[in-house]
């Protein structure tokens, strides 16, 4: 066991893998944060589950694959048993993406992708601010991964009555595949047009798109340049290269692919996504859902001012208040509501003749 000098307020994370190689370059790595403290590290389901009750760690990172129980069927049993703040490791192979989808569904807070060049520098740097984001989530992971099974059982789909047309802009990051999950359960089948950007790597993307084709009623697809956007069916982002933004021609809206470099360090960007419809705000419903950072919170800004109507997830149900939170200081967002709300609240919106709450 690696362990450092720490303040009080250091991050305690213990470190699960099934290599004694990556276990040595995470603990060192991560160590040299000074807001991070590695406590403890585990070759097994079973080791880990010893050295949680004896080091009440703040964060566990988890490696998928792994001998005698995976690391799936460990975080089912955490989070049942002893919800805390989980990051995963998994590879990118299609196996790798299935199971990753599944991970940030059961609760884990964030999934990275293991290099296949080797663990360098700035993985490290990358991986102590997911852990950190991780452990900075806290209570309201626990919380959320609670609430999550209550709502996957009694939330009902809202009814829209008769839709005024517009379209719903979605963005989300760290935590956001629960989260979207949770609000399209929510939504009707013949819900408006929808297209969400989530900060995910493009080896999750179809499994992503796939799981949530399966799990409701509305289509969900891979967002391609020039697809019409039409009632009932969802669109995501596919990053990679370019961001996915949404074009209006005559009285119909596409989406539309944008070249250029990262914005606010992703692909796909949020704000790109928002600022897209800068030229048509008036049929625009915005809505920023958990994550860490700002991407999404200036260009919601814009189409806020414009006649869009926006909302955002509330502190007490995001894993990371940080997109939501820098929309709503920049007066983005029209309501703030609970997760399990939201929803509800995109059917109204979806009703309204008026252009604002």
Known sequence: MLTSSRTPQSCRVLLVDDSPAILNMLSHGLARHPEIEVVGTAIDAYDAREKIKALNPDVITLDVEMPRMNGLDFLERIMRLRPMPVVMFSSVTVEGSQAAIRALSLGAVDVLV????????????????????????????IARTDGLRRIETTLQPNKIKRWNGRIVLIGASTGGVAAIETVLKGLPVSCPPIVISQHMP????????????????????????????????????????????????????????????????????????????????????????????????????????????????????????????????????????????????????????????
Do not use: W
């Open 114 to 141: 293991k290099p296949q060049e080797g663990i360098r520098p700035n993985f490290l740097d990358d991986m102590a601010v997911r852990v950190l984001a991780a452990a900075r989530s806290g209570g309201r992971q």
């Open 202 to 357: 493009e080896s999750f993307l179809k499994s992503f798109v796939s799981r949530l084709d399966q799990r409701n009623g509305q289509r969900v697809r891979v967002a391609t340049d020039g697809a019409q956007l039409e009632q009932g069916t969802v669109y995501i982002a596919p990053g990679g290269d370019r961001h996915t933004g949404v074009t209006r021609r005559g009285g119909a809206f596409y989406c539309t692919d944008i070249m250029g470099p990262k914005t606010n360090g992703h692909y796909p960007s949020v704000d790109e996504l928002f600022g897209s419809a800068k030229a048509f705000p008036e049929a625009v419903i915005g809505v920023i859902l958990t994550g860490l950072g700002r991407d999404g919170a200036e260009a919601l800004a814009q189409i806020h001012d414009g006649g869009a109507l926006t909302l955002g997830q509330n502190k007490e149900s995001c894993v990371v208040y940080g997109m939501p939170r820098a929309a709503a200081e920049l007066g983005a967002v029209d309501k703030e509501l609970p997760l399990d709300e939201i929803a509800g609240e995109i059917c109204r919106m979806a009703e309204k003749t008026t252009s604002r709450v």
